[in-house]
């Protein structure tokens, strides 16, 4: 069982930046794959990043065209710690951010993700 927790959400103005971070416990962390999820109210969840565990081939990141070249995905694994850099947030950056595991391999869909964070929430002003 892992335990996730995330932390780092705040208010910040457009063109800002923001570094959310999320600690784990419970498990090998460098054995999960790792992915930021986000949801904003009345809509679904939304896949934001993800990055390969310490045994998956490649070991890649991944980003959606909406965050590309903006947010920065990494992790520590000597710190347990997922880690999310935001710049030039846009005010439809604002929502609940959540950290997710799973084994392995990085996967961009929610249900792929056997373990979830409560969230940090963002907030984005104009």
């Known amino acids: 069982q892992v335990h996730l927790v995330e932390s780092g959400g705040g208010l910040v103005q457009a063109g800002g930046s923001l570094r959310l971070s999320c600690v784990a416990s419970?498990?090998?962390?460098?054995?999960?794959?790792m992915g930021w999820f986000r949801q904003a109210p009345g809509k679904e969840r939304e896949f934001v990043a993800a990055?390969?565990?310490?045994?998956?081939?490649?070991?890649?990141?991944y980003y959606p065209d909406s965050v590309k070249g903006r947010f920065t995905v990494s992790r520590d694994n000597a710190k347990n710690t997922l880690y999310l850099q935001m710049n030039s947030l846009k005010t439809e950056d604002t929502a609940v951010y959540y950290c997710?595991?799973?084994?392995?391999?990085?996967?961009?869909?929610?249900?792929?993700?056997?373990?979830w964070g409560q969230g940090t929430q963002v907030t984005v002003s104009s």
């Open positions: 997710a595991a799973r084994t392995i391999v990085a996967k961009t869909t929610a249900s792929e993700y056997n373990y």
């Open positions: 419970g498990g090998t962390f460098a054995n999960y794959a």
């Open positions: 990055i390969g565990s310490a045994w998956s081939i490649g070991g890649g990141v």
